[in-house]
């Protein structure tokens, strides 16, 4: 039992250090909307990964072995991105310097569940690289039900905890935020999420 947990936490290791437009959109929200609506966000995250792993690990991993299904997973990934990335650029900053005391509403935190699961969910690498572990899992003859149970709650308990720790950092940083540097934080990972899903299309096209 002790072997696959230590195996998993170290792939959550690995997984939390990649830099992609969940890590940009994790800390983005944590900034803007404070800690627990990170929280909920990180939880969409983890649910759509949760998903993946029971879709991989029962066996469905022929969806993507079909050119044209994998084919069309990859350009509607890609232009899903992008959207979220041109979302960026259109948001309106509603931080004002004199507010009259008037609070700043606030996005509801089912709205952060969705996010989180939709940019998380539509990215069919994800579901390629859950394959890949599902694939590497199965090469372990000596490994029972419990030892793959133990090793997929190392892996997903470490990348939630590392998701945690992004978003409580930069949630504390929050108060350096001006609305000029809310806003250039925002145009930035817009970029950075269509450079993702533009990276997805041609990767795709490039098959």
């Given at each position: ?165 992004k978003a409580f950092v930069a949630g504390k940083l929050a108060?350096l935020m001006t609305t000029q540097l809310r806003m250039v ?23």
């Open positions: 039992m002790q072997a696959p947990i230590l195996e998993g936490i170290g792939m959550g290791l690995v997984l939390s250090l990649m830099v992609g437009p969940v890590f940009f959109t994790l800390i983005t929200a944590s900034m803007e909307q404070g800690f627990r609506y990170a929280l909920v966000l990180a939880l969409g995250i983890l649910t759509s990964d949760l998903i993946y792993v029971a879709i991989t690990f029962l066996g469905v991993s022929f969806l993507t072995e079909s050119p044209t299904i994998e084919k069309v997973l990859g350009y509607a990934g890609g232009a899903i991105l992008v959207g979220f990335g041109i979302s960026f650029w259109r948001k309106e900053n509603l931080s004002r310097p004199n507010s009259g005391g008037i609070p700043l509403p606030k996005a509801k935190k089912r709205t952060a569940f969705i996010k989180g699961f939709g940019v998380n969910g539509i990215n069919p690498f994800v579901m390629l690289f859950w394959i890949s572990i599902a694939s590497m899992l199965n090469l372990k003859s000596t490994w029972g039900q419990l030892d793959v149970f133990f090793y997929y709650f190392g892996l997903l308990l470490t990348v939630f905890g590392t998701d945690l720790v108060h934080l925002n145009k930035g990972v817009g970029l950075m999420v269509c450079y993702f899903g533009l990276k997805m299309i041609w990767n795709t096209f490039s098959r």
